[in-house]
């Protein structure tokens, strides 16, 4: 057993506002530079839709993440010989249309126009070619569902259900997806650079490029399933969200989630087992990698598993964290979190926990079951997002939280506690507290349990004099 520290994150969709504040500060201070107008290593999307990049989620256009070959892992756009036959030409890369050509305006002209009878406008002047140009697509293009009659038939996870249906006006669903690179366990990115300049570190697990040594081939760009590394065309190199390690360290949390306004995001550090990542991404039924993935995970209280983590040299306050993680809570304990598309066989680290909604009709909804296959949002939809097709998690998952929302409603009315449902779920009334706490009113050092890092202990620092993060 190799146990390692891995930093993670829960986004509550049934709390999203859709406000964009997550991406207005991670855009500002990591992507505000030239060459970088496009990049949103943080961006919020409206589902149903084709997202950001165009179908970023279709990987039999996008040839992202990994396959099963012969009962062997692959990368789904092929192995080094692949890589060395196009190293100058890379077939699978998406175009500038297909995230946006990023613009500005002459604001000049509005403030020198001399004085006449009509307002004075100006027009759209492309970022790259410093032309004017035609605005027609950009990273939240499909906001609050603008559009999606053209583009919601390319919704791949209307997999297995009728979309025309689903996109009608009376039958239309909507919720928002927050997005951010996963920092997997198992990084195709990592794979698929020729060069190595991608890497997963040691101590917390956060995935970096080192701008020393790219080299531009932008494998990594098409190799994410999940279009989280982009390219930068001013430098000539990838880039990437860094889950904001410069406060990680220092036990601060994420930019994204400090300046969450709807507090759905939590962070926390989990332990894994390092020697069976690639027995759980290796799982022939799809549906089985969710499971999988949950069962690498280590319980942080078991004092076998404390005393090999101090063995193996994991610090004491990753430990700590780990006790007090929320992300543990709800994945692993709760079971009400999921990771974005494990089919893609990743192993990711951002994890979600799936939205309730209105009941699109209230005939035979007599029982919690009844209830939860008559809201508007298709358990189908939601599988297909978050457990690679299997709709008994999310089912369990949606009907724990209405049973949360039900007992609190009884605590608070001083009504007859419905114990029975808790029981059934699995639930008790101290855990039924516990989630209620966590997802409803908990403070700061409850949502972001985020351990300092002693550097110190973990390199040796004459190694590293006159390193930097960027060329």
């Not at 080192?210 to 990838?238: A, H």
């Not at 759980?280 to 983590?309: C, H, M, W």
Request: proline share 6%; glycine share 6%; net charge neutral.
């Amino acid at each position: 057993m190799k146990i390692k520290a891995q930093m993670a994150m829960v986004l509550n969709l049934d709390k999203c506002l859709g406000c964009h504040t997550c991406s207005i500060p991670c855009k500002n201070v990591w992507t505000n530079r030239a060459g970088a107008e496009y990049i949103w290593f943080n961006n919020v999307e409206t589902k149903p839709g084709i997202g950001y990049p165009k179908k970023w989620e279709d990987q039999d256009l996008r040839k992202g993440g990994w396959q099963l070959k012969d009962n062997r892992l692959s990368l789904k756009a092929g192995g080094r010989i692949d890589k060395l036959v196009n190293i100058f030409y890379n077939s699978d890369l998406s175009t500038i249309d297909d995230y946006y050509e990023p613009w500005t305006y002459d604001y000049g002209k509005l403030a020198s126009s001399p004085a006449r009878r009509h307002q004075p406008s100006i027009r759209p002047v492309s970022q790259i070619t410093g032309e004017n140009m035609d605005i027609k697509w950009g990273s939240n293009w499909e906001d609050d569902l603008a559009g999606v009659t053209e583009t919601g038939g390319g919704d791949v996870n209307f997999r297995g259900l009728a979309h025309e249906t689903y996109l009608q006006f009376k039958k239309v669903f909507m919720f928002y997806l927050p997005r951010l690179c996963e920092h997997c366990l198992n990084p195709a990115c990592v794979a698929s650079c020729p060069s190595g300049a991608l890497y997963k570190r040691d101590e917390d697990g956060i995935v970096l490029v080192d701008q020393e040594r790219c080299r531009g081939w932008r494998y990594c760009v098409s190799g994410c399933p999940y279009k989280k590394v982009y390219f930068n065309w001013k430098t000539g190199r990838s880039e990437k969200c860094l889950f904001c390690y410069p406060r990680t360290e220092s036990g601060q949390t994420t930019l994204c989630a400090h300046s969450c306004v709807g507090r759905i995001r939590y962070v926390g550090v989990m332990l894994y087992d390092a020697d069976r990542i690639s027995e759980a991404a290796s799982v022939e039924d799809e549906k089985g990698l969710y499971p999988r993935q949950t069962d690498l995970f280590l319980d942080p209280n078991a004092p076998d598993v404390i005393d090999a983590a101090r063995t193996q040299g994991i610090p004491e306050p990753y430990l700590e964290a780990a006790r007090r993680s929320p992300v543990y809570r709800m994945a692993v304990d709760w079971k009400i979190a999921f990771p974005l598309h494990p089919e893609f066989r990743t192993l990711p680290m951002v994890w979600y926990v799936p939205p309730l909604s209105p009941l699109a009709s209230l005939a035979d909804a007599d029982s919690p079951e009844t209830i939860i296959d008559r809201m508007r949002i298709p358990l189908t939809y939601l599988a297909n997002l978050l457990t690679a097709g299997d709709v008994e998690p999310i089912r369990l998952a949606l009907e724990r939280l209405m049973a949360l929302r039900s007992y609190m409603r009884a605590n608070r009315l001083g009504d007859v506690q419905d114990d029975e449902t808790l029981h059934r779920l699995g639930m008790t009334p101290e855990i039924a507290d516990a989630m209620y706490n966590l997802l409803a009113v908990a403070k700061y050092r409850d949502r972001f349990v985020v351990p300092t890092t002693h550097r110190e202990t973990e390199v040796e620092p004459h190694e590293f004099q006159g390193a930097c993060g960027f060329s």
